[in-house]
């Protein structure tokens, strides 16, 4: 099949202004008082907040598993038959930094991360493939992130999307009562160590990515996964 790709600000807003529209009902899932009691159980140990000061204490990690760029249609395909078996996947996306006013760029990088790969989709390059629009759209497969309600309405830009069970880290966290939220704040109180952000606003459209954004944006995927795996007991 072919890949849908749009290329310019006037295909993407079709003459209206440059915001994004909000998440629709069932973006991201609701999760119950018993999942989030069950949670509860698992964490009494974590404490609910950080200061700046712990958290510049804490050891900067990241992801030290296989990192797999996806930038054409075989490897769209090859990577989609793999994950479409995995029924935990982290999730995170990437955009190009805009520093004027009025400037926009659509989600260049789509990031998801099994145990120890972390598949990295070039949007900007392939757009958003039907057989990664179906994994993402998969009731039966977890696509925990943070910060849904950024990513689901830029998705949209690349054409109709209907995700299901994507678990927002940010609104479980607020429910038991964490006052640091956020992918830095959440990776060191449950995983002791602290994320760099060094790569945050470099441009990740860019021709190739470099080494280091490649393990930033696997990095940022791979903490949502093992959060999950932490709420529940698991890791």
């Known amino acids: 099949m072919r890949f849908s790709k749009r290329n310019s600000n006037s295909d993407i807003t079709n003459g209206e202004p440059l915001k994004l529209k909000q ?19 698992n964490i009494t140990e974590i404490p609910r907040e950080i200061s700046k000061l712990d958290l510049a ?6 992801f030290s598993g296989q990192i797999i760029v996806v930038d054409d249609e075989n490897s769209c395909w090859e990577a989609c038959e ?19 006013k009025g400037e926009f760029h659509q989600i260049a990088l789509l990031q998801l991360s099994s145990a120890s790969t972390v598949y990295l989709f070039r949007l900007n390059k ?12 998969q009731e039966t497969i977890l696509k925990v992130g943070i910060a849904l309600e950024n990513d ?12 299901a069970s994507m678990v927002d880290l940010n609104r479980i966290c607020g429910r038991l009562e964490f006052v640091s939220i956020g992918a830095r704040k959440l990776a060191a109180l449950f995983l002791g160590f602290r994320l760099s952000k060094a790569q945050q606003t470099s441009n990740w459209e860019n021709e190739t990515l470099s080494p280091s954004q490649q393990i930033y944006a696997a990095t940022d995927a791979w903490v949502c996964r093992e959060i999950y795996l932490r709420l529940n007991g698991l890791s």
């Open 23 to 41: 998440t629709q009902a069932g973006d991201i899932a609701e999760l119950s008082e018993d999942r989030i009691d069950f949670f509860a159980s």
């Open 57 to 62: 204490e804490l050891p900067l990690a990241g």
């Open 82 to 100: 793999i994950l479409q078996r995995i029924d935990i996947l982290g999730f995170d996306t990437e955009t190009r930094p805009s520093f004027k």
């Open 126 to 137: 392939i757009g958003l493939p039907d057989c990664l629009r179906r994994i993402l759209e």
């Open 152 to 163: 689901i309405p830029e998705l949209r830009y690349y054409g109709s999307i209907s995700p």
